[in-house]
């Protein structure tokens, strides 16, 4: 039997481990049995044996597919939706719906994000956030939105609904959780970008104009999602909330995220300045 080896936190992670544990153990019992019958022991040429035994077993990883593909279908279908502006996705693109291309932000050739970045940003904050919080927190904003179904803001302008329910107390404070929890991830900041950097580049689609995810866009996106966690950070209610969900030493670290992200907006802005010079 193989040692019990404590499974990842993440449910979608834990099912893949456990899947794939499935799988070895049936392998290490047929060796463990074999040993049994010859003393305890199993040469080299058995293990060779054994393992092309199991080759020859079609249907040997059909639980762990299906795990696999239902996990892969309820990923995408979380992705489509998000470019779809579902509630929870709008609202997370909403901290930084202003950098992207259209929009105050200008053109491509001025600085702004391309809107090719939404399907890369919603892989990262998945893989930062975590699967099961985001789906918990994607339940809790439906319910909340419902709470509101029968009030006006069905009359609004679109976009004046969707700052609205941003801003609404109970969507804001699951939102900056989300933002704290990404930013958590760099304490080690530089190395951490440069994965960004590499992840959001690697999972661009590949279109006529080639838009490359920058240092400079990078740092400014962080910024922007970043902007509540930092402001909630000296006060000291918000700061208590905080680490009750995280931990008093993680709102710490944050601070300290904060400051490395300040000090790298600041070192690009004095390098845009010194290019007008």
Same mark, same amino acid.
């Given at each position: 039997?193989?040692?019990?080896?404590?499974?990842?936190?993440?449910?979608?992670?834990?099912?893949?481990?456990?899947?794939?544990?499935?799988?070895?153990?049936?392998?290490?019992?047929?060796?463990?049995?074999? %040993?049994?019958?010859?003393?305890?022991?199993?040469?080299?040429?058995?293990?060779?044996? %054994?393992?092309? %035994?199991?080759?020859?077993?079609?249907? +040997?990883?059909?639980?762990?597919?299906? $795990?696999?593909? $239902?996990?892969?279908?309820?990923?995408?279908?979380?992705?489509?939706?998000?470019?779809?502006?579902?509630?929870? #996705?709008?609202?997370?693109?909403?901290?930084?719906?202003? +950098?992207?291309?259209?929009?105050?932000?200008?053109?491509?050739?001025?600085?702004?994000?391309?809107?090719?970045?939404?399907?890369?940003?919603?892989?990262?904050?998945?893989? *930062?956030?975590?699967?099961?919080?985001?789906?918990?927190?994607?339940?809790?904003?439906?319910?909340?939105?419902?709470?509101?179904?029968?009030?006006?803001?069905?009359?609004?302008?679109?976009?004046?609904?969707?700052?609205?329910? %941003?801003?609404?107390?109970?969507?804001?404070?699951?939102?900056?959780?989300?933002?704290?929890? *990404?930013?958590?991830?760099?304490?080690?900041?530089?190395?951490?970008?440069?994965?960004?950097?590499?992840?959001?580049?690697?999972?661009?689609?590949?279109?006529?104009? #080639?838009?490359?995810? $920058?240092?400079?866009?990078?740092?400014?996106?962080?910024?922007?999602?970043?902007?509540?966690?930092?402001?909630?950070?000296?006060?000291?209610?918000?700061?208590?909330?905080?680490?009750?969900?995280?931990? #008093?030493?993680?709102?710490?670290?944050?601070?300290?995220?904060?400051?490395?992200?300040?000090?790298?907006?600041?070192?690009?802005?004095?390098?845009?300045?010194?290019?007008?010079?």
């Amino acid at each position: 039997m193989i040692a019990t080896i404590k499974p990842p936190r993440d449910s979608f992670k834990q099912r893949h481990h456990t899947a794939a544990f499935a799988v070895l153990e049936q392998f290490a019992n047929g060796l463990v049995e074999y %040993a049994k019958q010859h003393d305890g022991s199993v040469s080299a040429d058995k293990i060779s044996k %054994a393992l092309a %035994a199991l080759r020859e077993q079609e249907n +040997l990883f059909d639980g762990a597919w299906m $795990t696999l593909e $239902t996990d892969i279908d309820t990923v995408k279908a979380r992705q489509n939706a998000a470019v779809r502006h579902d509630p929870f #996705g709008r609202l997370l693109v909403s901290r930084f719906a202003h +950098l992207l291309e259209g929009s105050e932000a200008g053109d491509l050739e001025h600085g702004a994000l391309s809107r090719e970045i939404l399907t890369p940003f919603f892989k990262v904050i998945r893989m *930062m956030v975590g699967v099961d919080m985001l789906e918990e927190i994607d339940r809790e904003i439906h319910a909340i939105i419902d709470q509101h179904a029968d009030e006006d803001d069905e009359l609004r302008d679109p976009t004046d609904y969707w700052d609205h329910l %941003a801003e609404e107390p109970q969507v804001a404070n699951r939102l900056n959780l989300v933002f704290a929890r *990404m930013a958590l991830h760099f304490k080690d900041y530089e190395r951490r970008k440069q994965w960004m950097l590499q992840l959001v580049n690697d999972n661009l689609p590949h279109g006529d104009h #080639g838009w490359v995810f $920058t240092n400079e866009h990078c740092v400014r996106l962080l910024r922007a999602l970043f902007r509540d966690v930092r402001a909630a950070l000296p006060i000291p209610e918000r700061a208590a909330e905080l680490a009750a969900k995280l931990g #008093g030493e993680n709102v710490e670290n944050l601070r300290n995220v904060m400051a490395t992200l300040d000090r790298d907006v600041a070192a690009i802005h004095s390098r845009e300045a010194a290019n007008w010079e």
